[in-house]
């Protein structure tokens, strides 16, 4: 069974300081896992994946995420936030048998204040 | 390459009615999932198509249903609708059957069920 749990379903930071949003998922698989972003009104952007391969993975726009098997995790972070960056974001969770069933986090929508 | 669209965007129904939703992947996609969103339940998985056969299923009633076509082309079907399937429907496209594959979403249809 895989699942996915995004830690904040509200994170807010001030333009031109670090974003952390958590991610924590669970599967009996070795997972392929996603960061989206959903701008208002638009639809689903691909941020970065990460496929077993190295466990920092760089996306767009300065965004990064680190995969730690240890800790089950797959934080996105970037250094230094832009009011662009306002949005939700979702971490994803793919893989099994029989191919991918794609679960979704809730979301973390991000506030970026000037 | 163009990117997945969906048809229509935006439709409003009155309960008990039927809908039919459309979608058209990436040229040389052959994958085909489709998606719910709504503010209460996130972004759940409905059905997942490749090669017009039906691969994956989340946890909806039979009243959703949907078919791939043999030019990757998709359609969802919901019959008898209720106030509660009022949502954004997402269409996601990649290029094969794996985990690993990067998924690019549609814009979504709105549908209003009153």
């Known amino acids: 069974a895989q699942s996915v749990t995004q830690l904040d379903s509200h994170v807010s930071v001030s333009e031109g300081t670090p974003v952390l949003l958590r991610c924590n998922y669970s599967?009996?698989?070795?997972?392929?896992l996603f960061w989206y972003v959903q701008h208002p009104n638009k639809g689903l952007q691909l941020l970065l994946k990460y496929t077993s391969a190295a466990t920092l993975v760089k996306g767009i726009n300065g965004f990064e995420a680190e995969f730690k098997k240890s800790e089950t995790s797959f934080h996105l972070t970037k250094p230094s936030a832009h009011m662009s960056d306002a949005a939700e974001y979702f971490c994803v969770v793919s893989g099994g048998p029989g191919g991918f069933k794609t679960i979704f986090g809730a979301g973390t929508r991000l506030f970026v204040k000037a | 390459k163009a990117g997945v669209t969906q048809t229509p965007r935006y439709l409003i129904k009155t309960r008990g009615q039927q809908v039919t939703l459309s979608c058209s992947p990436i040229s040389g996609h052959r994958s085909v999932s489709w998606y719910q969103q709504t503010p209460g339940q996130g972004l759940q998985f409905l059905f997942e198509?490749?090669?017009?056969?039906?691969?994956n299923k989340g946890n909806f009633p039979g009243r959703f249903s949907g078919r791939q076509f043999s030019n990757s082309r998709s359609e969802m079907n919901v019959s008898t609708l209720e106030l509660g399937d009022s949502a954004l429907y997402l269409c996601?496209?990649?290029?094969?059957?794996?985990?690993?594959?990067?998924?690019?979403f549609g814009p979504g249809t709105r549908l209003t069920v009153l």
């Open positions: 599967s009996s698989y070795s997972p392929s």
């Open positions: 996601a496209s990649s290029e094969g059957q794996a985990s690993t594959d990067t998924q690019y």
């Open positions: 198509y490749f090669s017009e056969t039906q691969r």
